[in-house]
């Protein structure tokens, strides 16, 4: 099966400061990449997503970059804020049965000090 | 639009019982997810149901199981519960398209004694 390693698990910046969250997988037949934002006592809320046929893509202060063949994904904030301060997890899907099913990343926790 | 809802949002139960879980998808929602997140696995896919078929299965035993109502609403059922088992447990809906965004509920924080 799928496999996600996500790297830091821990985060610590400036406010202004840009972070940036690495994750790998392992399954080539992958092809959708969200990225989610849990803040604490809330479930998990999408933020960004790519698919296989896109290398990067912007939403204001967060991007994402996609690299195939290294089988490699990364999400970057910049200008960061403290309300970034969360837990982000990546994941990686293929498509079954009509839908994704999605295997995570163990998360990152993302502390952006005033 | 009123989001996912997840009753009870906390609950208590003892080695050996059993437990159900309640989830109200997004009026119109026909899909509902539901995951596993604990300190030790992180978030695991348990099983997804659409139009109250059971379409897709993650790697959980035969204990986890679950049920779709007509109105999407879904059931997510424990049996004979393990302390490994103590977990915060969410349910997301969407439409049902492959394409469609997930939204996730709040989450069941349940601890197993």
């Known amino acids: 099966g799928e496999n996600v390693e996500q790297h830091p698990s821990t985060l610590s910046v400036q406010e202004g400061d840009s972070a940036v969250i690495k994750c790998t997988y392992s399954?080539?037949?992958?092809?959708?990449f969200p990225w989610y934002k849990q803040e604490l006592g809330k479930g998990p809320q999408l933020i960004i997503d790519?698919?296989?046929?896109?290398g990067e893509k912007k939403d204001q202060r967060i991007a994402v970059t996609l690299n195939k063949t290294a089988k490699h994904f990364s999400l970057h904030i910049t200008e960061t804020q403290p309300e970034d301060s969360a837990v982000y997890f990546c994941?990686?899907?293929?498509?079954?049965?009509?839908?994704?099913?999605?295997?995570f990343g163990r998360g990152t926790s993302l502390i952006v000090h005033p | 639009k009123a989001g996912v809802t997840q009753t009870p949002r906390y609950l208590i139960k003892t080695r050996g019982q059993q437990v159900t879980l309640s989830c109200s998808p997004i009026?119109?929602?026909?899909?509902v997810s539901w995951y596993q997140q604990t300190p030790g696995q992180g978030l695991q896919f348990l099983f997804e149901?659409?139009?109250?078929?059971?379409?897709n299965k993650g790697n959980f035993p035969g204990r986890f199981s679950g049920r779709q109502f007509s109105n999407s609403r879904s059931e997510m059922n424990v049996s004979t519960l393990e302390l490994g088992d103590s977990a915060l447990y969410l349910c997301?809906?969407?439409?049902?398209?492959?394409?469609?965004?997930?939204?996730f509920g709040p989450g069941t924080r349940l601890t197993v004694t």
């Open positions: 009026s119109g929602h026909r899909s």
């Open positions: 149901y659409f139009s109250e078929t059971q379409r």
């Open positions: 994941a990686a899907s293929g498509k079954s049965g009509g839908s994704y099913i999605p295997t």
């Open positions: 399954d080539s037949a992958s092809n959708y």
């Open positions: 997301a809906s969407s439409p049902g398209q492959p394409e469609d965004e997930q939204y």
């Open positions: 790519i698919r296989s046929n896109v």
